[in-house]
């Protein structure tokens, strides 16, 4: 039975090396002898004239928006110079504003109200002034256009006497230079 079985084996072998050196040898292509060009006579058709073409309409100048550098007063928080929630669509009309003309500079001017020393009014001032420019900076404008001051006190818009008007004192103002 093993000798039937290496018989078979080998037969089969042989076959297939057989067969496949056979579809080889089909697989060459001759190259076909070159078929003669048969040639029709093309009629002639009179030239029609040519259209006249219209000059190429250059393309609008693109509409730039001029930007509006009027911003509010950034609102910060008492005591601290963290932004209230309420003045972050204002910082963010400024990065747009900034971004449409990035050559142009800006003084980032730091307002405290009345309360505490005038040292510590300053150096909260400038600290808020700080705040404002760490946000514009990490929303893409360049530190190189902004200017950091801060006035303490000196400067309020409102009556430091009500608490309302200390509120509205603690800001920042964005003026372009």
Do not use: W
């Not at 142009?104 to 001032?125: P, Q, R």
């Amino acid at each position: 039975m093993k000798f039937l079985r290496a018989l078979y084996f080998s037969v089969f072998v042989l076959s297939a090396v057989v067969l496949l050196n056979a579809c080889k040898a089909k697989k060459v292509a001759q190259t076909p002898a070159p078929v003669a060009e048969v040639t029709t006579p093309v009629p002639v058709e009179t030239p029609k004239p040519a259209p006249v073409a219209e000059a190429p309409k250059p393309a609008p100048a693109p509409v730039v928006e001029k930007p509006n550098y009027n911003f509010a007063n950034i609102q910060l928080e008492f005591n601290s110079g963290i932004l209230k929630t309420a003045s972050y669509p204002i910082m963010d009309k400024a990065v747009t504003e900034m971004k449409k003309d990035p050559s142009v500079k800006f003084v980032l001017n730091g307002n405290a109200s009345a309360e505490g020393t005038e040292a510590h009014n300053m150096a909260l001032s400038v600290e808020r002034a700080t705040a404002v420019k760490a946000y514009l900076v990490n929303s893409g404008i360049s530190a190189d256009n902004l200017v950091v001051k801060g006035y303490g006190d000196k400067n309020p818009v409102a009556d430091n006497t009500t608490e309302a008007g200390r509120v509205r004192n603690r800001r920042v103002e964005i003026k372009k230079i």
